[in-house]
């Protein structure tokens, strides 16, 4: 933006182009360098280091977002800088003030994704995934870096939790099938459908292996009748589905009993089926004293850990988070559904089922589709439906 003004320092066009990808991929690299490797359970057997690196990682990719956002993007509109500006300044505040670094890193993420060749910036996205992940793994089953920690049902592969591992897990299968979805070939099909195996049954991880089981049958239903999925009704079912999964969430929460359970059979045997999750929600929700700004912890210990976004975010981000977050995700599933990007909304489709279960809708190693978040940033309002938005994927 600002190169611009200066007719010295501008390479031009073209050149700031190529620098403005870099920049964002090679922050991309290092946010999941952070997330993958520098989050896990070598910050016990190495804290300087880990401490150090954490600092580095974060403050490089900050740097280079920072300088991507001011420096290499071009705003054609004056409300679109101001509009970057105000969403920094919250999700830095409401980072702070909530304890919640990556809140502020995926909005860094998403507005510097615009005018990025997604492509590109997924396949990075991809490499650094997959070697951080299989990194960590060597790591924690050949030497002591990363310890065995036992819990619950299972052991938590190098990340203190095995719902931990499964986020890193949901974010490559989430940015493979993106990616490939145009050009799916058998290979795809069987590379995906046995990560989804994987998950299920080795870390266990419901929450990422019913988000990968859904967006399969997605893709597969949607390769046989493309228009089931390109159509009004569906799309106002999409745009329905967290509304309701939200609302869903806070009943669940407020009416069940752990004292007695049994009075509601119904919503028992499908708590039993979530792993419990409704007496945490009554528990731990209903327990909290909620407000505008939120500041309250929803992970660590037993008491503060709740596995579903639509109620965590009240509670870290407060109302006024949470009614910001809601708007801009509804947003975006509006104007994906008006400009008919059909696979962009089924793969929001899956990330909403996958956050239900979960509490990781801002952590970019498990939610590539951050990089979606241009749509709603920098589209002007009367776009026509006609104009393709900045997505991955063709239109029916």
């Not at 745009?239 to 669940?252: C, D, E, R, T």
């Not at 499908?270 to 409704?278: A, K, N």
């Not at 709740?306 to 708007?327: S, T």
């Not at 947003?331 to 793969?347: D, F, G, I, Q």
Request: proline letters at 5%; glycine letters at 6%; hydrophobic letters at 55%.
């Amino acid at each position: 933006m600002y190169l611009q003004r200066f007719s010295l320092l501008d390479p031009g066009q073209a050149r700031r182009q190529v620098w403005a990808q870099r920049c964002f991929c090679v922050a991309l690299a290092l946010l999941l360098v952070l997330s993958e490797v520098f989050s896990s359970n070598i910050q016990a057997t190495l804290p300087q280091l880990s401490h150090l690196a954490r600092l580095a990682l974060t403050g490089g990719a900050v740097l280079l977002l920072g300088a991507k956002i001011v420096l290499l993007t071009d705003y054609p509109h004056r409300w679109q800088p101001v509009v970057a500006a105000l969403v920094l300044l919250y999700t830095a505040f409401a980072a702070w003030y909530g304890d919640d670094i990556w809140f502020f890193l995926a909005a860094l993420v998403g507005l510097g994704a615009k005018d990025v060749d997604l492509r590109d910036a997924l396949r990075v996205y991809l490499a650094a995934s997959v070697a951080g992940l299989v990194l960590v793994q060597l790591l924690h089953f050949a030497t002591p870096l990363m310890p065995y920690n036992f819990y619950c049902r299972n052991w938590d592969f190098g990340y203190g939790h095995y719902n931990g591992f499964g986020a890193r897990l949901v974010g490559v299968f989430l940015a493979w099938a993106w990616l490939r979805h145009d050009k799916m070939r058998w290979f795809d099909w069987l590379g995906l459908a046995a990560l989804f195996v994987f998950t299920y049954k080795v870390p266990g991880s419901r929450g990422a292996a019913g988000a990968m089981a859904a967006l399969l049958v997605l893709f597969a239903v949607q390769r046989f009748v493309p228009r089931l999925f390109d159509n009004k009704i569906w799309y106002a079912l999409a745009i329905a589905l967290p509304i309701g999964l939200a609302a869903f969430s806070l009943y669940a929460g407020y009416v069940y009993n752990p004292e007695w359970p049994y009075e509601r059979m119904a919503l028992l045997l499908l708590s039993i089926f979530l792993s419990g999750r409704f007496e945490i929600w009554h528990n731990v929700f209903w327990s909290s004293d909620l407000s505008w700004l939120g500041g309250l912890p929803t992970d660590g210990d037993e008491h503060h850990a709740i596995d579903n976004a639509f109620l965590a975010i009240p509670m870290n981000k407060g109302y006024l988070g949470a009614i910001l977050v809601a708007v801009f995700f509804l947003l975006l599933l509006w104007r994906l559904a008006k400009h008919r990007h059909a696979t962009e909304v089924l793969c929001l489709v899956a990330l909403t089922l996958y956050i239900f279960m979960e509490n990781k809708p801002f952590l970019l190693s498990a939610n590539p589709l951050l990089l979606l978040a241009p749509c709603v940033f920098f589209t002007e309002r009367r776009a026509p439906a006609e104009e393709s938005l900045p997505v991955v994927c063709k239109r029916p």
